[in-house]
């Protein structure tokens, strides 16, 4: 089939079974755009570029799906960075199209002209440049390989000019050779046999959840190791979800902003079995400390999470749609054996999860944002796809919803990227258009990316997106509170003028507010209700913190327990 | 402890700043390293040597195989190997001092590749301690103006080549 490469892009996308893109034309990509359009291929056309590539990473986390996002060269690849590293933090599938100046014009410093395959080389699982379109199926036949097999990842391919008019004989690949790129499935099946050894020795278990298990969407499989063991659970952030949350067995979120018990256990265990985790220093505070008690198994897919920040005494390299129902095989067998080992340790967490339970001052004056994540859990039936920002409300959210399904909490946990939520919200509304999409986000956070209520008006994208506005940075001034005497440098946002109830009227979404804790309930029904998009500027205490916390580099066992009795 | 590492990599633009991003990045510590051509046109060989400790020695590895263009890496300090490097030494030169210079060659099995009426460029290839030594006695002696090192390269002594190791 003679076609050119801007055509043979549409065909390599629906051969990929991509059925939208999100994106910016410009200059290096028009021919590409002329493509689109002849195809009527879908496209959601966002007010920038950063929100264009945040949406294909809300797409991504939502679906499961190879988010799409497409740039033009120079500044609109640029507008990428961020959201590249984002979803290369959290190791989502992304496929990066950006254009670039015409090959002879490479390296002159062209109009327009960046080395986006240099920028991106350190926040990328790959990246090509595709200067001759013979080249151009068999690197987006990689590209999306690459991105969605093993740990997932983002792939940039960066095509210059000229490639997208030039013709030739177009065929996708049907397979991909790859001489480097090899990712376990399947590792070796020997060591589940020492790991069932050590989980029968264990008097202190504990199982560590992570966003592996969201991503390799085995959280049916870990529920399954969870009851025949027994053993109690914890999660990341990104875990979250993997296990619902009222599981009798689950003590809730470890690290920075963990629960007591969580924390607790993790400090006391004998045995930990993280899967899935890459063990940030967000959750393991002193590393040294770390869980300093215990044994360590780590089950991950990628052999070089291994040993990068705590020694693992055993390791089980593999995708975990492999190792989890392998191990399931065999603790089968010793089920009742290892329930009743570790009845007395689990007695034990579970009394400190309900003894030291997350709490919060109520206040009958004021709009408590976490009353505000529980009034919208029970709203929704904690059923909801919950996207976040990044700040205060991101750890009150993770707290305070909980989470049932796998999925279902779409955060930036790595790169912790503020103006992440809203555009992501919209791609992940774009992905499951019968869902209630629901983004918590700060009032700081909120501006970064507001000019997307825009796009969500005209692609009539119903998210919620509730404003949890305390007037402040509030995450940085809690520090400033804590560790740096109360000098709250320029976090205040006081001085804004900004009415959000308007901008959103302004942009063509509706908007509400919410001052007084009575008018809550009545409020966000109201906004649920609405079948399009809407902001609601709910207005809570400035002064909050999130609690417990473990300051940056403590003990695990250091928390500040705050509102309840320390 | 060190390691001499041969990695294998797809012969394409942009592999080696992959590989050295990476290791400034991730703050590996690396003493030398080397590329070139290999018996197969599309692949390149890198000799890396690396310092640390076993569990930073596994990190490099892992990282380094998890580039979709790096094809394998073998431990070349696993098994027996043959290491050299090259170097190219220019050293000071006058009617009085050459013959001096050529004894010091002769000694080291180097051998002197241009001579004009201020200096000698000589040759060496050996290992790192041979070299290093050749450097001082000519530096201590005559005054070195300036050193190339091409970096270790390594080859394993037995039949199988480190693709299939
Ligand atoms: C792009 C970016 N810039 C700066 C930060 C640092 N930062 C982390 S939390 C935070 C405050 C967020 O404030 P807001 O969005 O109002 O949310 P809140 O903490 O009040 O819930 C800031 C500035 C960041 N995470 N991301």
């Given at each position: 089939m003679i076609i050119t490469g801007a055509e043979a892009i549409i065909e390599s996308l629906k051969n990929e079974n991509v059925d939208v893109v999100f994106g910016y034309p410009g200059g290096s990509v028009l021919t590409l755009y002329d493509a689109l359009y002849q195809a009527k291929f879908r496209h959601i056309l966002t007010k920038h570029e950063q929100g264009a590539v945040h949406a294909a990473d809300g797409y991504a986390r939502a679906t499961g799906k190879v988010g799409v996002v497409i740039a033009t060269s120079g500044p609109g690849a640029t507008n990428l960075v961020t959201g590249i590293a984002t979803a290369y933090m959290d190791s989502i599938p992304l496929v990066a199209i950006t254009g670039q100046v015409s090959v002879p014009l490479?390296?002159?410093?062209?109009?327009?002209?960046?080395?986006i395959r240099g920028i991106t080389t350190p926040i990328t699982k790959h990246n090509y440049l595709v200067k001759?379109?013979?080249?151009l199926p068999g690197a987006l036949k990689e590209a999306f390989y690459i991105a969605r097999t093993g740990r997932p990842g983002p792939v940039v391919v960066d095509i210059a000019k000229d490639v997208f008019a030039a013709s030739f004989d177009y065929q996708y690949p049907e397979e991909v050779k790859l001489r480097g790129y090899r990712p376990v499935f399947?590792?070796?099946?020997?060591i589940l046999d020492k790991v069932l050894a050590e989980m029968r020795l264990a008097q202190k278990p504990l199982i560590f959840v992570g966003g592996g298990v969201n991503l390799s969407d085995s959280s049916k499989e870990l529920k399954e190791l969870i009851d025949l063991s027994g053993f109690p659970v914890i999660s990341t952030l990104m875990g979250?979800?993997?296990?619902?949350?009222?599981?009798?067995q689950f003590l809730g979120m470890v690290g920075m902003h963990g629960t007591y018990a969580a924390n607790m256990a993790t400090t006391e265990c004998d045995l930990l079995i993280g899967i899935?985790?890459?063990?940030?220093d967000r959750v393991t505070g002193l590393l040294s400390e770390f869980a300093a008690k215990a044994k360590i198994i780590h089950f991950d897919i990628?052999?070089?999470?291994?040993?990068?920040n705590v020694i693992a005494n055993l390791r089980v390299v593999g995708d975990m749609r492999w190792s989890l129902p392998a191990l399931n095989q065999e603790v089968r067998n010793v089920s009742d054996e290892l329930k009743g080992q570790v009845r007395t340790w689990l007695e034990k967490v579970r009394n400190w999860y309900k003894e030291k339970p997350l709490t919060y001052v109520q206040n009958s004056d004021s709009v408590m944002p976490q009353a505000v994540v529980e009034k919208v859990s029970q709203l929704t039936q904690g059923d909801a796809v919950i996207v976040t920002d990044v700040g205060q409300h991101q750890m009150w959210v993770a707290q305070?919803?909980?989470?049932?399904?796998?999925?279902?909490l779409l955060t930036s946990?790595?790169?912790?990227?503020?103006?992440?939520?809203l555009p992501a919200a919209l791609g992940a509304q774009c992905g499951l258009p019968d869902r209630p999409v629901i983004l918590f986000v700060g009032d700081g956070g909120f501006m970064?990316?507001?000019?997307?209520l825009a796009a969500a008006a005209e692609f009539n994208f119903p998210v919620k997106v509730l404003i949890l506005n305390n007037q402040c940075l509030g995450m940085v001034a809690q520090w400033q509170r804590m560790f740096?005497?109360?000098?709250y440098s320029q976090t205040?946002?006081?001085?804004?003028?900004?009415d959000f109830v308007k901008l959103a009227e302004a942009m063509g979404v509706a908007g509400l507010r919410v001052s007084k804790p009575e008018e809550l309930e009545k409020t966000l029904q109201e906004a649920l209700a609405i079948p399009g998009p809407v902001v609601v500027d709910i207005r809570i205490p400035e002064v909050l913190d999130v609690f417990p916390m473990v300051p940056?580099?403590?003990?695990?066992?250091?928390?500040?327990?705050g509102g309840i009795e320390e | 402890m060190k390691h001499t590492l041969a990695v294998l990599v797809e012969n394409k633009p942009g592999v080696l700043t992959h590989i050295s991003g990476l290791i400034s990045r991730r703050a590996f510590n690396i003493e030398s390293i080397a590329a070139g051509y290999t018996e197969e046109a599309d692949t390149t060989r890198i000799t890396i040597v690396v310092e640390g400790d076993e569990i930073e020695q596994e990190q490099v590895v892992n990282q380094l195989s998890?580039?979709?263009?790096?094809?394998k890496i073998s431990d070349l300090t696993a098994v027996e190997s043959i290491q050299r490097e090259l170097a190219l030494i220019k050293v000071k030169a006058s009617a009085a001092t050459r013959s001096d210079i050529i004894n010091i060659v002769e000694i080291f099995r180097a051998s002197i590749v241009d001579v004009n009426r201020e200096t000698m460029v000589i040759e060496l290839s050996g290992d790192e301690t041979k070299i290093d030594a050749l450097c001082q006695v000519l530096d201590d002696d005559h005054g070195i103006i300036e050193i190339a090192r091409t970096g270790k390269i390594a080859l394993s002594r037995?039949?199988?080549?480190a693709k299939e190791q």
């Open positions: 490479i390296g002159r410093d062209s109009f327009q002209e960046a080395d001759k379109v013979e080249d399947e590792g070796d099946s020997s979250l979800g993997c296990l619902a949350n009222d599981h009798p899935g985790v890459r063990f940030d990628d052999p070089a999470e291994i040993n990068k305070f919803y909980g989470f049932k399904n796998p999925r279902s946990g790595g790169l912790g990227t503020m103006g992440y939520g970064m990316n507001c000019q997307e740096y005497g109360g000098r205040s946002l006081k001085g804004s003028a900004t940056a580099g403590a003990c695990l066992d250091q928390m500040m327990l | 998890k580039l979709v263009d790096v094809i037995g039949p199988i080549p």
